[in-house]
C-alpha cells in the first residue's frame, strides 16, 4: 500500500537510509525537508515501511531526492509504484522530475529509463563515499 508521509514516518525512513546509503539521513533531516518543501511517499507492507521516495518541489520543476526500498523487499515492483506515484506530480503542476544516480548503478537507470527518464548530463564526482559521478535523468511533461 502507498501512503503519504505523516508525523512520525522520519524514523522508519532514517532506518532504510541506514540499510540502503553510505551517507544516510537523519531523522531530523528527514522531518526537515517533510516540513519544508519535500513530499514523502511510503510504500507499507504488512504495517511495516518498506521502502519510500521523497519528492522535493521548487516552482513548477520536480526533484527526487531519494528513493529506497529494504534489501528483503527488492525486486518486487515497490521502487516502481513509488516513483509512478511521484509522476503524478508531473502530470498535474510540474514541467519536469529529474534525479541523480550514481554511474555505476545500472539496475536503478534501467528502471528510470523503462519509466521515462534520459540522461541529461553528468554532475562530475557528485558522490563522495565512494566518490563517483552521478548521471542526471529527467523526464518531461
Known sequence: ??????AGDEKAIAEIEKECFLE???EQA?????????VFVLFEKDGQVVGYAGLQIVLDEGYITNIAVKKA???QGIATALIN???KFLNDKLSFISLEVRASNSAAIKLYK???FTKAG???NFYSAPKEDAL???KRR
Do not use: H, Q
Open 1 to 6: 500500500m502507498i501512503r503519504y508521509f505523516k
Open 24 to 26: 544516510p539521513w537523519s
Open 30 to 38: 528527514v522531518l526537515d525537508s517533510a516540513n519544508l518543501d519535500c
Open 73 to 75: 523487499f527488492r525486486k
Open 85 to 87: 506515484e511521484l509522476l
Open 114 to 116: 523503462l519509466l521515462g
Open 122 to 124: 553528468i554532475r562530475k
Open 136 to 138: 542526471i535523468m529527467t
